[in-house]
């Protein structure tokens, strides 16, 4: 069992005097659900998509301790203040130290809680909720790939890559993806870049833009009409079978080295 927890940038052992004591929904899988129509006269129900991946919830039940009753008191209100403040914190527990969630914390429980609060140490019951389920390793995937099929090393989820051209010129430079046995899913043809030109697309869902620069990548502006042929490309599959034998997706550049950067995705 783990015992210590990172919010953010803290050690919340060494900072609060936070002992983690047990942790509920960490390790639930981010299932997709599917939309469900149920036909009269029919058994069952027929399943319809698009499917949709829940909001992860997860709890972490810990106690302060400290040298005295101020010492907790004080540590109690600097980890309200920084837990509470309404936005998201990147949780990271050290059991898996490698990954971590951003998660808003929803509900902060205070146990025992007499009129004085004499009482060290103190239980805590924190639950969190994670808008994008999730969980992310906090170190990069940053590869490089170009007319070779180069694999793409996936989490359990599927991958959002930010993609970033080499600095043109470029004419008319088409990108490929396949799946890990190499059968092509997708191809995107884009306009021809300039001298010293560059294409940033970032595939992430609700992002989804493609933007250029035309001073090596200083500064960038939208460029959704780029597309000429294909399709937006899509984000890197994990696929279940594959993953057990490290079989990975592919990209494929038909010009010049791109760069995919990306943070491998854990249901």
């Known amino acids: 069992m783990t015992t210590t927890a990172y919010f ?13 004591s047990d942790q509920e929904g960490q390790l639930q899988g981010a299932a997709p659900v599917p939309q469900e129509i149920e036909v009269p006269q029919m058994r069952g129900a027929i399943f319809a998509g698009p499917d949709r991946i829940e909001v992860r ?28 403040d309404g936005n998201l914190h990147n949780v990271r527990l050290a059991d898996w130290n490698t990954v971590q969630i951003a998660a808003r914390c929803v509900r902060f429980e205070v146990d025992p809680d007499p009129p004085k609060q004499i009482s060290i140490p103190v239980n805590l019951r924190l639950t969190f909720r994670a808008p994008n389920p999730y969980w992310q390793d906090t170190s990069g995937q ?17 991958g959002e890559p930010v993609i970033t051209s080499p600095a043109g ?22 306009a021809s870049l300039g001298s010293n030109h560059k294409y940033r697309i970032n595939t992430a869902p609700g992002i989804m833009s493609i933007e250029k620069s035309t001073d090596g990548g200083s500064t960038w502006a939208a460029a959704d009409d780029a597309i000429t042929a294909g399709r937006f490309p899509m984000v890197l599959p994990s696929d279940g079978t594959a993953f057990q034998t490290s079989a990975w997706p592919k990209l494929y550049a038909s010009t010049g080295t791109w760069n995919a950067a990306y943070n491998r995705q854990w249901r």
């Open 142 to 158: 940053s590869i490089n790939f170009t007319t070779t099929h180069t694999d793409m090393p996936q989490g359990t989820a599927p």
């Open 169 to 190: 010129p470029l004419t008319t430079p088409e990108l490929r993806g396949y799946d890990h046995n190499d059968v092509q899913l997708w191809t995107c043809t884009l």
């Open 8 to 20: 953010d940038s803290y050690d919340a052992e060494t900072q609060f005097g936070f002992y983690l």
């Open 57 to 84: 919830q997860f709890v972490l039940s810990a106690f302060l301790d400290g040298v005295n009753q101020a010492t907790v008191r004080t540590n109690l209100r600097k980890l309200q203040a920084l837990l509470l």
